[in-house]
């Protein structure tokens, strides 16, 4: 080896005793100075340094210097893909693994495509790890150890167990790696069965474990939810391994056991036994389980508390609120989140999109779309694909939804996401898309499962697609092998109410092999409200009422389909029974965004700020209707009061104070969407159909059931609402 100058020498410990870029550019300042910039052995060193440092402005000085050397040899090829594989680019280490294939006389080795195969599982994209292992191959260090680990852990990211295990079973030689990566593996997929099995036979070959393979598998068995197995490894744990209570890793991975089974008395206890400065780890592991109960102050409580909050608090808390029913306080933390620079990651934007799509924040969505998810990334990420079709479903932009469904290639869809669309469509009332998105899905190869049915079984009750609903019901047990659960029985007595087939669909509910729930028979009651019978509806509403006593919106429903009938004196004990145990109907409320805002409204509520814009626009609105002839449904009103006061009942119904807000705020031509949290009333339904043509706008609503798009004087549901 050529002895290096001696200036050169004296400068290389400096630049090792590096521990800021700072420090570091003075160093190369030195090197310049002295002329030595064009020494090889110098400049590889600074590159290392800066591309090792972890920081984008490291990895952007290393380019520099890297785009200097007119030959880079292959440890600087490594070198920059290594520092990119931790990066937020990742991407950029396939650039720099092309760029090395393309040079003479450069060529991968066993320490390149570990820190590749990494890159590629960050990027949550499958086919450039394949086309890396098609190379491994062709290269000949498939045998290699370190590689085959590397491309155990790649497809154990991506949850596919086969690959992971044909890769580990043609392995000549299995290390502490081999097993733990795939532990870790079967934990990712949560089998837990046979990372137990694996765990035997590992120690069968005298393998002995380490934390990493106990953290694997109470990772693995915290799945279960079964705080008997968990105590087990958890003793087991202390039998093998010495000094546990000072392994942070280890006492991380009990306490994250524990909260996930939902002993959050014991996961207490293991992290009150750990050092004060707690890693974050465990701060999220608490507040996770604390959300996970509900407990969603508690859990806000832990996070409040936190000194320090990487991106896994963060998300354990916003996934919490949105879990719990707080979208709108899962929306504002991630804003938060956001103005303080921390990018989400795939498990936020899910959540997030979660709560998105329960407020129909659409321009929310949208942003969140545009901003985080380009390009490639959104469709080669299923999770995040089959989040954002959810999310423009439910806040009513099936056209968005549908479009982003075709052009995920074929080979990537998979049954969730067929799952995702065929609901989606079905809430729009789109029976016949349903259907042929269906049988899509067969024609690929998918299966079917029990979620599925549901799907399509509600887009036929929707679309009153009666026989097509009941070959698909007969079909689940005998060709598919899926036996109906509650759900899909509860599917088919709507489709059948909701046809007319009142005696058919009772006989169905007597013939089911278990009780039938409140669900099924509120669906029954709501099929004889419509259709005007009354002695199968008194039936249903029984059940119901001896079901849930205290459920206020079943009164409610007896009662209207009694005043609907004319049963006025019925309808009236009915309420008065409602009085008597101060039982009181669900408040109705109704959302509308606006530019990224959410306004709610109450049913008769005048404290909006904009209150006197509204009221002016409700006034149009009902001159208009009323020059169109329309006459006011207010059949509905069993109060005891006269009928001009009961059309200024129905007037002042929450999603016609949404309405008239929208038309404040929009042209003509634009779309209005309004999220309300009940039924649409019958009378708000005939009025909107008018309101579209009267203001030549579409209105699309979504109510606790469906979509209704009302366009032209028409709407989408045809009457099976």
């Given at each position: 080896m050529k002895k290096l100058p001696f200036e050169v020498s004296q400068l290389l410990p400096l630049l090792e005793s590096c521990k800021t870029i700072k420090q570091a550019f003075q160093v190369h300042a030195e090197i310049i100075l002295h002329g030595f910039h064009h020494h090889f052995f110098p400049i590889s060193r600074l590159i290392s340094f800066f591309a090792l440092l972890g920081s984008k402005d490291g990895l952007d000085y290393s380019q520099i210097l890297f785009c200097q050397i007119e030959h880079p040899n292959q440890f600087i090829y490594n070198t920059m893909i290594r520092g990119f594989s931790h990066s937020e680019f990742p991407e950029k280490a396939l650039v720099f693994y092309w760029s090395m294939l393309h040079q003479e006389n450069r060529s991968p080795n066993n320490f390149t495509f570990p820190f590749l195969l990494n890159s590629c599982a960050r990027l949550s994209t499958l086919k450039p790890g394949i086309q890396v292992h098609s190379h491994i191959i062709k290269m000949g260090f498939d045998s290699d150890v370190f590689v085959r680990n590397a491309l155990m852990h790649f497809y154990s990211v991506f949850k596919r167990l086969k690959d992971a295990q044909i890769v580990f079973e043609g392995s000549l030689v299995r290390d502490l790696v081999s097993y733990n990566t795939m532990i870790n593996g079967f934990a990712l997929v949560g089998q837990p069965g046979p990372a137990l099995r694996l765990f035997r036979k590992m120690q069968d070959f005298g393998i002995q474990p380490d934390e990493f393979t106990f953290v694997s598998l109470l990772s693995a068995f915290s799945s279960l939810n079964d705080s008997r197995i968990g105590k087990q490894i958890h003793g087991f744990v202390y039998r093998n391994l010495c000094r546990i209570d000072s392994n942070v890793l280890l006492q991380t991975a009990i306490l994250d056991m524990y909260a996930k089974c939902g002993l959050m008395d014991l996961a207490e206890r293991v992290f009150s036994s750990m050092p004060s400065s707690k890693n974050t780890a465990a701060w999220s592991s608490m507040l996770s389980g604390y959300a996970r109960r509900g407990e969603t102050e508690a859990a806000r409580r832990m996070f409040d508390q936190m000194d320090q909050r990487d991106v896994i608090c963060w998300t354990a808390m916003i996934s919490g609120y949105s879990q719990s029913g707080q979208y709108s306080e899962a929306l504002e933390l991630f804003v938060q989140m956001e103005s303080l620079g921390i990018r989400p990651d795939e498990v936020t934007m899910a959540a997030v999109l979660s709560a998105c799509a329960r407020l129909g924040a659409l321009t929310f969505g949208k942003r969140l779309h545009s901003r985080y998810i380009e390009g490639e990334l959104c469709s080669q990420n299923i999770i995040l694909s089959t989040a954002l079709i959810d999310m423009y479903s439910k806040c009513g932009n099936i056209d968005s939804a549908l479009d982003m469904f075709h052009r995920i290639p074929k080979d990537l869809k998979t049954v969730s996401l067929f799952n995702s669309m065929i609901s989606g469509l079905a809430q729009h009332g789109l029976g016949d898309s349903a259907l042929a998105a269906f049988r899509e899905m067969e024609s690929i190869g998918l299966i079917p499962d029990s979620?599925?049915?549901?799907?399509?079984?509600?887009?036929?009750?929707?679309?009153?697609?009666?026989?097509?609903?009941?070959?698909?019901?007969?079909?689940?047990?005998?060709?598919?092998?899926?036996?109906?659960?509650?759900?899909?029985?509860?599917?088919?007595?709507?489709?059948?109410?909701?046809?007319?087939?009142?005696?058919?669909?009772?006989?169905?509910?007597?013939?089911?092999?278990?009780?039938?729930?409140?669900?099924?028979?509120?669906?029954?009651?709501?099929?004889?409200?419509?259709?005007?019978?009354?002695?199968?509806?008194?039936?249903?509403?029984?059940?119901?009422?001896?079901?849930?006593?205290?459920?206020?919106?079943?009164?409610?429903?007896?009662?209207?389909?009694?005043?609907?009938?004319?049963?006025?004196?019925?309808?009236?004990?009915?309420?008065?029974?409602?009085?008597?145990?101060?039982?009181?109907?669900?408040?109705?409320?109704?959302?509308?965004?606006?530019?990224?805002?959410?306004?709610?409204?109450?049913?008769?509520?005048?404290?909006?700020?904009?209150?006197?814009?509204?009221?002016?626009?409700?006034?149009?609105?009902?001159?208009?209707?009323?020059?169109?002839?329309?006459?006011?449904?207010?059949?509905?009103?069993?109060?005891?009061?006269?009928?001009?006061?009961?059309?200024?009942?129905?007037?002042?119904?929450?999603?016609?104070?949404?309405?008239?807000?929208?038309?404040?705020?929009?042209?003509?031509?634009?779309?209005?969407?309004?999220?309300?949290?009940?039924?649409?009333?019958?009378?708000?339904?005939?009025?909107?159909?008018?309101?579209?043509?009267?203001?030549?706008?579409?209105?699309?609503?979504?109510?606790?059931?469906?979509?209704?798009?009302?366009?032209?004087?028409?709407?989408?549901?045809?009457?099976?609402?």
């Open positions: 979620v599925t049915f549901v799907a399509v079984l509600s887009a036929c009750s929707h679309s009153g697609l009666i026989e097509e609903g009941k070959e698909l019901f007969r079909l689940m047990p005998d060709v598919y092998g899926i036996k109906p659960h509650m759900e899909h029985y509860g599917c088919m007595v709507d489709l059948l109410g909701r046809n007319g087939c009142l005696d058919e669909a009772y006989d169905l509910i007597q013939s089911m092999p278990f009780e039938a729930n409140s669900v099924i028979w509120r669906a029954l009651l709501g099929a004889c409200k419509l259709l005007g019978n009354v002695k199968i509806g008194d039936v249903a509403s029984q059940k119901l009422i001896e079901l849930e006593p205290d459920h206020g919106a079943r009164y409610v429903l007896l009662s209207n389909m009694l005043a609907n009938t004319n049963q006025w004196e019925q309808a009236g004990r009915v309420r008065k029974v409602m009085e008597y145990r101060g039982i009181q109907k669900p408040p109705g409320w109704s959302y509308i965004e606006l530019q990224g805002t959410l306004h709610r409204f109450m049913a008769s509520d005048k404290s909006h700020l904009q209150d006197k814009g509204i009221e002016s626009m409700l006034q149009d609105m009902a001159m208009r209707l009323k020059y169109a002839g329309y006459v006011p449904n207010t059949e509905q009103v069993v109060f005891d009061i006269d009928e001009e006061e009961k059309e200024t009942v129905v007037s002042y119904h929450s999603e016609k104070l949404a309405l008239a807000f929208g038309l404040i705020h929009s042209g003509s031509g634009e779309t209005i969407r309004i999220m309300k949290n009940l039924r649409v009333c019958g009378d708000c339904h005939s009025a909107f159909k008018l309101l579209s043509e009267i203001y030549c706008q579409e209105i699309i609503v979504r109510d606790a059931i469906r979509f209704h798009h009302f366009k032209s004087g028409s709407c989408s549901c045809k009457g099976f609402w």
